[in-house]
């Protein structure tokens, strides 16, 4: 199992940004998929963004695509969602997670994640 950190959340006002980041202790992303998730108060928790390490593809939700924009550095220790034109509606719960992954044709908004985080909260006021 896979002990992911995610870090970067805060309060800011609409419009603004923020960077949040997942890692792994000892572990490199090197074939993974990793996703950010988020759960709203009273709200299920639904998929954001997920990204395939081994060469970077990404599929984002309609409700966040053009604003969020999903990388890694270069070790592939770390993935960032960079979060822009924040809306109040982002506030919520995020979550990384993570699952070894054979390719790109396994990496969906919706794939099955073993691996989760303890989550890194999100406020983005009007």
């Known amino acids: 199992q896979v002990h992911l950190v995610e870090s970067g959340g805060g309060s800011v006002q609409a419009g603004g940004s923020l960077r949040l980041s997942c890692a792994a202790a000892?572990?490199?992303?090197?074939?993974?998929?990793v996703g950010w998730f988020r759960q709203a108060p009273g709200k299920e928790r639904e998929p954001v963004a997920t990204?395939?390490?081994?060469?970077?593809?990404?599929y984002y939700a309609d409700s966040v695509r053009g604003r969020f924009t999903l990388s890694q550095d270069s070790a592939k220790s770390l993935v960032y969602l960079e979060m822009n034109s924040l809306k109040p509606e982002d506030t919520a719960m995020y979550y990384c997670?993570?699952?070894?992954?054979?390719?790109?044709?396994?990496?969906?908004?919706?794939?099955?994640?073993?691996?989760w985080g303890q989550g890194t909260q999100v406020t983005v006021s009007s």
């Open positions: 997670a993570a699952n070894p992954t054979r390719g790109a044709w396994q990496c969906f908004l919706n794939s099955p994640f073993g691996d």
């Open positions: 990204i395939y390490t081994a060469i970077g593809s990404t």
């Open positions: 000892g572990y490199t992303f090197s074939n993974n998929c």
